[in-house]
Each structure stands twice: as structure tokens, then as C-alpha cells.
């Protein structure tokens, strides 16, 4: 399958590019993708997908294709996947994984040769966050994907991050447990305080947002048209988040949500 699309630089410049299936890796077993950027023309992507099919085939691919000699430390192999994976998912969700790899991963991993890595490393890695992060399962994960990445590129043979034992995060008895919520009379008071000593729009922002159970992205991606005053319904059907270089992008809901009914909050809601 081989996808060719048209995309847009930082200066406005259009370029073409493709992501292609060329086949199966005779000394893997694996299948082989790869994705090319920087066509001035469509034509010219399509022509490149030609001779990289052509050489797949008679065998000359990979004398041209990157190997374990060019493709070294943990960073190398996580600039390829991050292009492939820009490909595969919304802008705000690419922004966000990116972000994380670059604060929490990359300045751990990114100098580091893949096959120097080992379970030791990373075992430390899963300790050490887990006495400061919530999420830490999930900086595993990011480390687990990169290596699984390589694998699929034929660089390593092996994942050391599903070797580690997963550490468990204790919590102190004598510790109080951080209540992550108002109640019902904080949430009262924090209302009342809001509509004193707030503007009108984030007054009636924070009442939507406590009665109705949207996120925030969600309220702040709402526009005239979708508040229907006829029926006293809202529709939630796309969300504000963060792009590339701290753009705000709007991105449409999988599904339309109609169920917020203003007359139930503003006749019901107790605030």
C-alpha cells in the first residue's frame, strides 16, 4: 500500500511525500515501510516509489537503505519513528507525545547506542520516575516503543524494556490522600467567588464546565453555531488543543455529543 500526500512547510513552501509498503525483509522476516519527504512534485514522489519497488525486488534495496552503521544511538532511531508517527495520528496527540519524549526519555536514552542499552538501564529508569511521576508506566511504554521500532527496522534483535519488573507506586499511610476534586460546598463557594470577582464569560465557562462533565478543550472549542437555543442544546462535535510550535488547532470529536441540555443545567444545576 503506498500513500502520497501533499504537505506544507514552516516558510509556506508545498512539498510531496509517501509512506509505502515495499515488501517482506529476506533476512528478517519483517515487513518493510519506508516514507520519503521533500518532492516538488507528486509525480516526482511517485516516481521515487517506482525505483524503490524496482530495487526491492531485484535486491539492491538495501545496499542504498539505512543499516546499524548509520543508525546508532536510541535518538536516531526515534527521529525515524516520530515522521511515521506524525503520519498516524492528530497534530495535538503527535505535540503531546513528542513533548513527553523530549522532557522525560530523550535526555536519559538519546546518546545512548540501542544495543548498549540494557535491562539494568532501564529498570533504573522505571524506579526512579516512579517516586516522581504519576504516569510513570507510561515513560516505559514510550522507551518500549522505540525499541520495538528498531526491531521492526531490523537494527536489534531484542526489546529489553518487557524484561523489567514494573515497580508499584507506595503511597505513606501516615501521607494524607490529595482529594482531586471540590466539594460540594468548595464548589459552591469557588462558583460564587468566580461570578464576583470574574468576567461573565469565565463565569459562565466554569458553570458549563462543572455542571455539563466536558473537558476543557471541548467547552473552548465551541462556536455559535453549535449552541442550539431552539432545542437548549449544545453540540460537542470538535475540540480546541495545541499543534506544532504552540499553534492552537480545532479537531473534530469522533462522534457529535448532543446530550448537554442548558435548560437542565441552568434550571437544575443547584450554582
Sequence with gaps: MTVIKQYELKNGTKKWMFKTYLGV???TGRDVNTTRRGFDTKKEAQLTVTRLKASFDDGTYFKDEPTTRDIKTFKDVFDLWKENYELTVKESTYCKAISQYEVH????????RMDEITIADIQHFANNNVKKFVKYRDFVT????????????????????THITIPKRKESLDEPKRQNYYTKDELKQFLELTKEQQTQKAYTFMKLFSASGCRQ?????LE???VD???NSIS???????GKERRYTLNNQKQSIQSVLLALILKLWPY
Excluded: C
Design 224 to 226: 455559535w453555531q453549535h
Design 229 to 231: 437555543f431552539e432545542n
Design 105 to 112: 526519555t530523550i535526555p536519559i536514552f538519546g546518546s545512548k
Design 142 to 161: 514510550d522507551v518500549s516503543r522505540i525499541f520495538e521500532y528498531a526491531i521492526n527496522l531490523g537494527l536489534i534483535k531484542d526489546n529489553p524494556a
Design 236 to 242: 460537542i462535535v470538535q475540540t480546541l488543543a495545541m
Design 217 to 221: 478543550g471541548e467547552l473552548l472549542g
Design 25 to 27: 525483509n529476506p533476512k
